[in-house]
């Protein structure tokens, strides 16, 4: 069965901690995403990967980072962590379809919950 | 900008209805339509994919719809069940932008047996 996988499911961490969120996918996917999802607001995309050691900012990059050293591996990077940055963090993949294609069904991980105190 | 929007927020009927989820998007130019469960704290499960140039899909005893000049798309869940529990957004993905997907706010179903 393919898999997103999300090392940690429950993180509580203070403010100004550094935290690093993994996501690792068993699918030889090319494009990583990570979204934060947040009551009322839906879902919001961060950052996103479509090759390694390739990033793009999503809509909602301010005080995050990421890293992709390996393609199965997506890092999320909160350098300083604020309590505005509780949430729900999903990761999710895909294959490499071209930019024209339209068939694009994104694989999520089952998320990790940060609190920030 | 593309907005999606999903109505109702919440829905509770009982076991055995045959009911219906509308999705909404602003921007007609859009390359899928994609409809996602969520289960309480998990992350989310692809149910359908409509391509753009599509007017349905079926898979079950879920059907969903679309009608891009409207901007709408609607699910269907006929003869619904308990497990049928869930929160359902739907996701589009614009005519421009790598892959991106713009994501409604869902609406939380309950099924009552």
């Known amino acids: 069965d393919v898999k997103v996988t999300q090392s940690s499911r429950y993180l509580v961490k203070r403010t100004g901690e550094k935290v690093f969120l993994e996501c690792v996918q068993d699918m030889d996917h090319e494009n990583m995403f990570w979204y934060r999802q947040d009551p009322g607001l839906g879902l919001r995309l961060i950052y996103f990967?479509?090759?390694?050691?390739?990033?793009e900012k999503g809509d909602i990059p301010e005080g995050y980072s990421v890293s992709r050293e390996k393609k199965e591996r997506f890092s999320l990077i909160l350098e300083s962590a604020s309590t505005n940055q509780t949430s729900m963090y999903l990761c999710?993949?895909?294959?490499?379809?071209?930019?024209?294609?339209?068939?694009?069904?994104?694989?999520f991980g089952a998320g990790s919950r940060l609190t920030v105190l | 900008k593309q907005e999606v929007t999903q109505i109702p927020a919440a829905l509770s009927v009982p076991e055995g209805e045959n009911l219906v989820l509308n999705c909404s998007f602003t921007d007609s130019a859009i390359y899928n339509l994609q409809w996602f469960r969520q289960d309480p704290g998990k992350g989310l499960t692809s149910l359908l994919l409509?391509?753009?140039?599509?007017r349905e899909q079926t898979s079950g005893r879920l059907n969903a719809s679309l009608d891009k000049s409207s901007g709408r798309s609607t699910l269907y869940i006929a003869a619904s069940q308990p497990g049928d529990s869930a929160t359902y957004l739907c996701a589009v993905r614009p005519g421009t932008g790598f892959q991106k997907l713009v994501f409604g706010t869902g609406t939380r179903l309950l099924v009552s047996p």
């Open positions: 999710a993949s895909s294959p490499w379809q071209g930019l024209l294609s339209g068939a694009n069904v994104l694989t």
């Open positions: 409509i391509q753009s140039s599509q």
């Open positions: 990967s479509y090759d390694v050691k390739m990033k």
